[in-house]
């Protein structure tokens, strides 16, 4: 019996009381059937489909239920109404939603055409979009929409005091809103947030407002600003973290016994949602191939094992060497990246009115160096590993975590590359502001400008990827006779290249969102479209892969990938929040030297008692005992995963032994302690019942 079985098993005891009872008053062969059920068998609310029993078993007991009813008091018959009631509301709930579902009928008659894999990547791509619509409506049901309210009269309030003292570096001036402006102008602005949008609600700068009154309720701006920042980024770990859990929970249990894996690849590897005639030809070369990767795997496996000390040294040297050359190739990357920055950063004219290319180029120019390097590394990572002498899994694995890395790391260069040239200060003026007050008066607006830019540019690659190139190339390999466009092929749907280039998104997003609090609507429009993007070019210029991801079947990796982004946006809105001084010209933190201030400023406020508290919670002498605690726990359920896999493997060996000593007809070993670990009922010779049977 399955795991979920023996739980359903376990906590339905208090239903056995029912059936003993119906049994004392039934005839003697009701009796019996009653007393097959057994101990392990679900209570009276449980639906019939849950017995391992046949089908005129199943009868039986319906009949015996129906004729029981009467014997029941008012009480009890009300109950047992009520709960078949109450589950066919739910049922048929269930049901209505499904037709609600966003894109229910487009993702299953992907998963129908193309398989599992491909329909894992759209699921989480829809993912997406619902999380960040919640992002977003935090993000404007807490900030935007109490400032709003204020700056147009609606409820009473107060603007954050500007600091006298400083009077030099509170001078914000919007640029390109003076003189005469050329309409080119407005499309440069609606491309890189500058101009009319830099003072709107999609930047930081908007949002000034200190206190709003509600009746006798006093909203304080800044700290809804932090702990909303704080609350979408918990609220997207503890999302994703459990999302992720059934995955973990399986590979908790995953066997590494090869034998074992080509049965499954053999026996139960067919994906029988595949209905179109060319997906599953090409999901039996899949098959095929995978049965090969694993030959292969063992072929490797014995040849490392076969290997002299002699070899072992020329390998070790030369993944040395190659992995230098990936060293190299990172370095260069980051350091094209700093330079676009620093030139992008020194030569955006705020005065005159330059070319429209010119202006365009030069704002862009960090997000097309990141996306050269984006699209470059993992070329030449792909060429390199080949050299390595890895396994074909593990091959796959580490070119996928140093694209990982090469996509996020160049976010944050892109952002040490600008706190950098917003902490150079060269007098002294520029050092009592605590940043650099002349090129950014509101660096926070500067910041959220560049993860603007990057979201739009990345969603133009998109766009342009499939409408400039793949139905091009769709086109001539359909209607062109050369053999050169018949050997290229059509484009393949990489499933990981697709999930990193939206969890590459997805990042720019979370660290944005401080210094943009709009964008998160942004990404859900831009995840939106890339939906319809990414079926089209699947169902008319793609095919899928011939060499898929293994773990494409589901959304684990998927979701491991994300929690690595998340993670990575942890770090620079921690630095920027806790380290680097706030704007004293613009936002909500003017009054306060950083914006993690503001909880130290608001913990003032509260009683005696309650600073006690926080204090002793803050302190080194929790901290140090909470680690411990939780350190404990981690290592309990590090045990407790362990146990459980030791008894799936004690349980499969002793499968294995029953089903030997079945064949040579000889006695179970061990049966006492096998039937204490797996219920008696599952050894029986009664048929297998289909779930939706009863």
């Known amino acids: 019996p399955s795991y979920q079985s023996m739980l359903r098993r376990r906590t339905s005891a208090g239903g056995l009381r029912d059936y003993r009872s119906l049994a004392r008053t039934a005839s003697g062969e009701t009796s019996s059937l009653l007393e097959r059920v057994g101990p392990g068998s679900p209570g009276s609310a449980q639906p019939l489909r849950e017995y391992a029993l046949t089908i005129a078993e199943k009868r039986r007991l319906r009949e015996i239920q129906v004729a029981n009813i009467r014997y029941l008091s008012g009480w009890h018959q009300w109950r047992q109404i009520s709960s078949k009631s109450w589950k066919k509301i739910v049922e048929d709930t269930r049901e209505l939603s499904s037709y609600f579902e966003l894109w229910g009928h487009d993702i299953r008659s992907i998963e129908g055409k193309f398989g599992t894999g491909i329909q894992s990547y759209f699921s989480f791509l829809r993912f997406l979009v619902i999380l960040n619509v919640v992002i977003f409506l935090l993000v404007f049901t807490f900030i935007t929409l109490p400032s709003a309210f204020y700056k147009h009269g609606t409820v009473n309030g107060s603007y954050v005091q500007l600091p006298l003292k400083k009077h030099h570096c509170t001078v914000y001036v919007v640029s390109g809103t003076k003189g005469l402006i050329y309409f080119y102008s407005y499309v440069i602005d609606l491309l890189t947030g500058t101009g009319f949008l830099e003072m709107t609600s999609l930047f930081y700068g908007y949002y000034t407002v200190d206190t709003i009154y509600f009746g006798f309720l006093k909203y304080h ?31 908790l249990v995953r066997n590494d016994d090869q034998f074992q894996s080509y049965c499954n690849k053999i026996f139960a590897g067919w994906d029988f949602c595949i209905t179109d005639v060319n997906a599953a030809r090409l999901k039996h070369s899949s098959l095929h191939y995978e049965l090969k990767t694993d030959l292969e795997e063992e072929r490797l496996r014995q040849k490392v094992a076969e290997r002299t000390t002699r070899e072992k040294i020329r390998i070790y040297c030369l993944r040395i060497f190659l992995n230098c050359i990936v060293l190299a190739v990172l370095s260069a990357c980051f350091y094209s990246i700093y330079r676009a920055t620093v030139y992008s950063q020194e030569n955006i004219s705020n005065d005159h009115k330059p070319r429209f290319d010119d202006n365009l180029i030069v704002q862009y120019l960090p997000s097309m160096v990141i996306t050269m390097a984006n699209f470059i590394a993992p070329l030449i990572f792909s060429v390199l590993i080949k050299f390595e002498d890895y396994s074909p899994a593990f091959e796959i694995r580490l070119t996928l975590m140093r694209c990982v890395f090469v996509r996020l790391a160049n976010i944050g260069v892109l952002l040490f590359s600008l706190w950098t040239r917003i902490r150079s200060c060269t007098n002294a003026k520029c050092m009592a502001c605590g940043y650099n007050y002349q090129l950014y008066p509101c660096w926070e607006s500067r910041v959220g400008q560049e993860m603007y830019k990057l979201m739009i540019f990345d969603f133009i690659i998109i766009f342009a990827i499939t409408v400039f190139i793949d139905f091009p190339r769709k086109l001539m390999v359909t209607y062109c006779s050369y053999k050169a466009f018949r050997w290229c092929g059509l484009q393949e749907f990489a499933i990981p290249d697709n999930v990193l280039e939206i969890v590459y998104g997805q990042t720019i997003c979370w660290i944005g969102t401080f210094y943009c609090p709009l964008l998160p609507a942004i990404a859900a429009v831009k995840y ?45 809105l921690g630095l920027s929040m806790t380290h680097i001084p706030s704007s004293k010209a613009c936002g909500p933190f003017v009054n306060v030297n950083r914006s993690w201030d ?9 009683p005696p008692v309650l600073q006690k508290v926080l204090n002793g919670i803050v302190s080194e002498a929790f901290a140090v005992p909470f680690f411990m605690v939780v350190c404990l726990i981690m290592f309990y359920f590090i045990a407790l995963a362990g146990a459980h896999k030791r008894v799936v493997n004690q349980l499969r060996e002793q499968l294995v032994m029953v089903s030997l000593n079945q064949m040579f007809h000889l006695p179970s070993p061990n049966t006492a302690s096998f039937a204490n670990l797996v219920p008696s009922r599952s050894w029986t010779t009664t048929p297998i019942s289909c779930p939706g049977e009863g």
């Open 221 to 251: 701006v800044p700290l809804a600003y932090l702990l909303t920042t704080l609350g979408y980024l918990s609220l997207s770990f503890l999302w994703i973290v459990k999302r992720s859990v059934d995955g973990f929970k399986q590979s």
């Open 528 to 572: 939106f479209v890339v939906f319809y993007i990414k079926k089209i070019s699947l169902m008319h210029t793609c095919k899928p892969s011939t060499r898929p991801f293994r773990a494409s079947s589901s959304n684990f990796f998927f979701l491991v990938v994300l929690l690595i982004g998340l993670i990575l946006a942890f770090i620079p």
């Open 598 to 606: 503001v909880i130290e400023h608001t913990a003032h406020h509260f």
